[in-house]
């Protein structure tokens, strides 16, 4: 049976799609990288502006404080619309991105320090309000994958950093001022696009689930975009493209981003097609009697009245009580239950070892690269594994973990063990400078760092519910700062600067100025250190998996398909008919009404009042 409806109609469905919102939050996260590649514009920024080096680093402290402290934009979604969101975070990346570019162009006067700090910071805040409003609103619309949502969302945003640095070139050459513009309108322009196409969709009616077949084609566009960026990335660091091969790469990563509107268009238009053949099964039988029933709404006033006097009422100390008494795991926390709880903080200590660890890695890879010999061509190398794998650890651990759990009922946070014990391989191979290992290290170390990221944030949504989950979302991402802060500042930079020192036998009024250490032992007893505490993460981590055992062993969707089935039950709405998965109007009637409610329920025995 043919699919009714003309273009204008098809394309507003496919638009107004579930499959359409997905697509968009793609694109969102594609552009949202900007934090990823401040080294390749920081050079420009410490030339332009006259900077030392650690006025630089005082940049990248904002800019990294910035991308982590999410949590007004969590809060701020919980109580306004996902397009409120995004449009403050458009207008935040325009604003922060765009006064760095006019510093650096001299349009105007130098800024202070710490206004170019404020404007870096707001700039990359808005990732932050990006990934609220896009990836929060998916992971809502598809709870029962959340897994491969998180998985793919999150590969994007690892990828957007290889995205960016691929388009500018077509755009404006080599010209590292002219990226700082792109990602300022880029990020901004696609946000305000797709604004009102990102929204909190409700579940699909009647017996029909939303299927997770469109997730795999997905998976295989983004894996095909990935193999060709890490392919092309490879040649840049051998090959010089002159700017008409830079222009023809640009347009193949944006024929690639585009790809996946074929799976949308293709879905929307199979759901049309069995639509229509069910309504067209519904139209050649026999009418059945629809069964309404009307609501005495005096009596059903005095019910609710009776219910809301048998309420107890709210006080500070029950208050206080029942945030140290929170629910059963996989209800709805509030934010207070949720930061209090002993799953949260056990979490979060795994993270802050884990995430901390390899980030500290992922930071100093140059200079590891450095200490132990490699050439800079094998460096930079090291750097777009580190880039690529970490996309790749997102969307592996994403799919992966969710077939596990649904299968097997393999819980999360025995996958987020596994992949801190072997991130701890990365870190001994680091440690022990076994040579030719850093390419196998930065492979590890990149896979891990992405694969937690996935795993920390489903199962953030799994124990503690989806209803604030735009602020315990951000509240998780907390743990990166920290865990950076304390490994690699406090613990890495510390003992590599003493090594340095104790090589070049410098240290001057106890200064040590610029020095360069060479040998294992630079990062050797960091990360050995690091080792440590991410095994310790690993064991707190198991803790983990031993207080949610009895969780994950039961069916943690079910009342994701209970809420379906409600609706599947649930009475239609005025002139509607319902038939197997789908939804129809009563050819000559004008209004339903429910006759009364008994205890336990809708009594079905009534009338159709309006017919004409």
């Not at 010089?240 to 024929?255: D, M, S």
């Not at 492979?443 to 920390?456: D, E, N, R, S, T």
Request: with cysteine.
């Amino acid at each position: 049976m043919a699919v009714a409806g003309g273009p204008l109609y098809l394309t507003t469905r496919v638009i107004q799609g579930r499959w359409f919102m997905v697509y968009a939050c793609f694109i969102i996260m594609s552009a949202a990288g900007a934090t990823y590649i401040f080294s390749i514009y920081s050079p420009v920024l410490k030339s332009s502006l006259h900077y030392n080096q650690q006025t630089l680093n005082t940049l990248s402290f904002f800019k990294d404080l910035g991308a982590n402290v999410g949590i007004i934009s969590g809060l701020i979604n919980e109580v306004t619309p996902p397009f409120v969101v995004l449009l403050l975070g458009a207008a935040m990346n325009l604003f922060g991105y765009l006064m760095i570019y006019l510093a650096i162009i001299s349009r105007i006067t130098r800024p202070p320090v710490w206004q170019m700090c404020l404007f870096i910071c707001v700039g990359a805040n808005s990732q932050t309000f990006a990934n609220t409003g896009a990836l929060v609103t998916c992971v809502k619309n598809f709870p029962e994958s959340r897994g491969i949502v998180l998985g793919l969302l999150k590969c994007f945003v690892g990828l957007s950093g290889a995205i960016l640095t691929q388009l500018y070139p077509a755009f404006y050459g080599d010209d590292s001022k002219s990226l700082v513009l792109l990602i300022a309108w880029l990020p901004a322009a696609v946000s305000i696009f797709f604004v009102y196409t990102i929204r909190i969709m409700k579940p699909p009616r009647g017996s029909e689930t939303v299927k997770t077949r469109p997730f795999y084609y997905f998976l295989y566009l983004t894996v095909a975009l990935s193999g060709y960026l890490l392919v092309f990335i490879v040649l840049e660091k051998v090959t010089n493209f002159n700017r008409a091969e830079y222009i023809a790469n640009g347009a193949v990563v944006i024929f690639l981003l585009f790809l996946p509107i074929v799976v949308v268009i293709n879905e929307e238009l199979n759901i049309l097609k069995k639509q229509s053949n069910q309504l067209e099964q519904c139209e050649t039988k026999p009418p059945t009697p629809v069964i309404a029933v009307t609501v005495n709404e005096s009596s059903n006033t005095s019910v609710e009245t009776s219910i809301e006097d048998k309420l107890p009422k709210t006080t500070a100390l029950a208050s206080i009580t029942e945030m140290f008494r929170p629910p059963a795991r996989g209800e709805d926390y509030t934010i207070l239950q949720a930061l209090f709880s002993i799953d949260m903080i056990v979490l979060f200590l795994a993270t802050i070892c884990g995430v901390g660890g390899t980030l500290t890695a992922i930071d100093n890879m140059g200079q590891i690269g450095q200490s132990l010999g490699y050439p800079s061509k094998s460096i930079s190398t090291f750097v777009s594994l580190v880039s690529i794998w970490n996309a790749m650890g997102r969307l592996a651990a994403g799919f992966l973990s969710e077939i596990l759990l649904k299968k097997y009922n393999f819980s999360r946070p025995l996958m987020l063990t596994f992949v801190l014990l072997l991130a701890c391989a990365g870190h001994l191979l680091i440690a022990f400078g076994v040579p030719n290992s850093l390419y196998i290290a930065s492979v590890i170390i990149g896979f891990c760092f992405g694969a937690q990221w996935p795993l920390l944030f489903a199962i953030i949504s799994e124990v503690f519910g989806l209803k604030y989950y735009s602020t315990l979302y951000n509240l998780g991402g907390v743990a990166s700062p920290i865990g950076s802060y304390i490994l690699n500042v406090r613990v890495t930079g510390r003992l590599y600067d003493r090594e340095a020192a104790r090589q070049n036998k410098a240290v001057v009024a106890g200064d040590v100025k610029d020095l360069t250490c060479i040998g294992v032992k630079c990062f050797q007893l960091s990360f050995l250190i690091i080792t440590a505490a991410t095994v310790v993460g690993a064991m707190v981590s198991l803790l983990l998996v031993v207080r949610t055992r009895n969780f994950y062993k039961g069916d943690i969707y079910a009342k994701f398909r209970e809420t379906t089935a409600e609706l599947a039950l649930a009475p239609p709405q005025n002139g509607e008919k319902k038939f197997a998965g789908g939804e129809g109007r009563i050819d000559g009637v004008e209004e339903v009404v429910f006759l009364d409610t008994v205890e336990g329920g809708i009594e079905k025995d009534g009338i159709v009042e309006g017919s004409k």
